[in-house]
């Protein structure tokens, strides 16, 4: 891996991390089988989900694909689970 990929990586897990101390992430999930993660966001919506993720270092560099999937979790409230690879 190039520095640059380095340097994106770490800038990419500190965001990360702010968002999860702001409460925008509920839960986050490593996968065992393949490159990737599985976020659960505390957003309502596909919109709102993309607001909050796209900004993120490795969105700014095209290097991630997003599939978001609306739900309601057993407490009744709206979120939103993205699995990025």
Request: net charge negative; glycine share 8%; proline share 5%.
């Amino acid at each position: 891996m190039d520095n640059a990929s380095q340097r994106t990586l770490a800038a990419e897990v500190r965001a990360t991390a702010e968002l999860y101390l702001e409460g925008k992430i509920d839960e986050w999930y490593s996968l065992e089988n393949r490159p990737g993660v599985v976020l659960i966001l505390n957003v309502t919506d596909i919109g709102a989900a993309q607001a909050v993720l796209e900004p993120l270092p490795l969105g700014k560099a095209h290097l991630m694909t997003l599939k978001l999937y609306p739900h309601v979790a057993g407490n009744g409230a709206s979120r939103v689970t993205a699995n990025i690879d």
